[in-house]
T-cell receptor
């Protein structure tokens, strides 16, 4: 069964450094989502892509976060500079049909 | 925007008993309600979903009910087993170009042997 892939699985960085996360959605899934999940809370949407276009990035802190999906397939989420409050799980999800979202294993970010 | 509230935040049941988790939503335009199970350190996995054109859906020991008028939906797990222990998230969304989900805060279910 095809799954969403993410890397790295874990990332430890110091504040003010740059970090990047990668996501490869299930083949053929046009819609891709990046979520942030703080421990003990539900996922919160950061950015949504339809193919290579951003559909919604209203919750993305654009002063330090950026996301791209240049060829409409895989995607990269970047944080520069990282802050202590960015420590969280970053989840990627993709969907083919109108509703069902499939999640990747996530990248756990720790900012020291 | 949509707001989803989930209760309880923690739930402990004896093996074999039933567990019920409840969610309310605010946006009457929401018409899709999935439930995800997330085991420690693993990805959220879709376990069941319901669309607004039905009031109840069942899959073996898991069922979901939806009350559109009251804007609430519930997850029911019968004959609970230790492997049901996990965090469960409800979500609400609307079909269409946005296709976004708003998640509840999660319920930590512990099934005691």
């Amino acid at each position: 069964e095809a799954e969403v892939a993410q890397s790295p699985r874990y990332k430890i960085t110091e504040k003010s450094q740059a970090v990047a996360f990668w996501c490869d959605p299930i083949s053929g899934h046009a819609t891709l989502y990046w979520y942030r999940q703080i421990l003990g809370q539900g996922p919160e949407l950061l950015v949504q892509f339809q193919d290579e276009s951003v559909v919604d990035d209203s919750q993305l802190p654009k002063d330090r976060f950026s996301a791209e999906r240049l060829k409409g397939v895989d995607s990269t989420l970047k944080i520069q500079p990282a802050e202590l409050g960015d420590s969280a799980m970053y989840l990627c999800a993709s969907s083919l049909l109108i509703d069902t979202q499939y999640f990747g294993p996530g990248t756990r970010l720790t900012v020291l | 925007g949509e707001n989803v509230e989930q209760h309880p935040s923690t739930l402990s049941v004896q093996e074999g008993d039933s567990a019920v988790i409840k969610c309310t939503y605010s946006d009457s335009a929401s018409n899709y309600f999935p439930w995800y199970k997330q085991e420690l350190g693993k990805r959220p996995q879709l376990i069941i979903d319901i669309r607004s054109n039905v009031g109840e859906k069942k899959d073996q020991r898991i069922a979901v009910t939806l009350n559109k008028t009251a804007k609430h939906f519930s997850l029911h797990i019968t004959e609970t087993q230790p492997e049901d222990s996990a965090v469960y998230f409800c979500a609400a969304g609307s079909s269409g170009s946005a296709r976004q989900l708003t998640f509840g805060s999660g319920t930590q279910l512990t099934v005691l042997p």
